[in-house]
Structures are given as C-alpha cells and as structure tokens.
C-alpha cells in the first residue's frame, strides 16, 4: 500500500514562489512505473488537476492556468515527485495534493499554499 506525503506549502507574497514535495512510501517499482500529477482544492471548489509527469519525466502537461509558471518533476529512486511554483498568484491559492494521474492511491494530507496579495 502507498502512502503520500506532501510537504513545502507556506505563505507567500504574489510573485514569489515556493517548492513542493510529495513521497510516495512503499514499492519503489510501484511508483516508477506510473505517471504522477499534482492537484489542488482550494476552499469551497472541487479538486483540481495541476500538472503531471510520465514514469521518465520525459512528457509533463499542465493546467492553462498555471503553464509557464510552474514545473513538475520528478525522482524515481527517491519516490518523489516535485512542483516548482513560480509568480504566484492570489488564486493559486490551496491544498495541493500528490497522486497517481488517474489517482489510484489514497489522499494524503496534502499541504497548504496561501498566496497573498
């Protein structure tokens, strides 16, 4: 079974940025093997989809809403994926959660970006 958590949320001025991380516990195969994404849920919306990455880093996809700005990576012997988040915005404001891109595993607690204006 896997286990997902996420780390790096803060508060921040827009324009500024922050880092996340997200460690899948478990298989080390199990998480190579798929493509990873990164979702938010801000306070009275339904999650959603940010960015993902294939097994390989090779292929990522983006949000409209956040392309250009933030960049999704990824460390398979480390089972860990990343979100680099630059010139945030006011409305980049969230949890952001980890998980597999058709979201496969639990949710972890995911981890709180403020961004303030």
């Known amino acids: 079974q896997v286990q997902l958590v996420e780390s790096g949320g803060g508060l921040v001025q827009a324009g500024g940025s922050l880092s996340l991380s997200c460690v899948a516990s478990?298989?080390?195969?199990?998480?190579?093997?798929?493509?990873m994404a990164w979702f938010r849920q801000a306070p009275g919306k339904e999650r959603e989809f940010v960015a993902a990455?294939?097994?390989?880093?090779?292929?990522?996809d983006y949000a409209n809403s956040v392309k250009g700005r933030f960049t999704i990576s990824r460390v398979n012997a480390k089972r860990t994926v990343y979100l680099q988040m630059n010139s945030l915005k006011p409305e980049d404001t969230a949890v952001y959660y980890c998980?597999?891109?058709?979201?496969?595993w639990g949710w972890g607690q995911g981890t709180q970006v403020t961004v303030s204006s």
């Open positions: 998980n597999t891109d058709d979201s496969r």
């Open positions: 478990g298989s080390s195969r199990t998480f190579s093997v798929y493509r």
């Open positions: 990455i294939n097994w390989s880093g090779a292929n990522t």
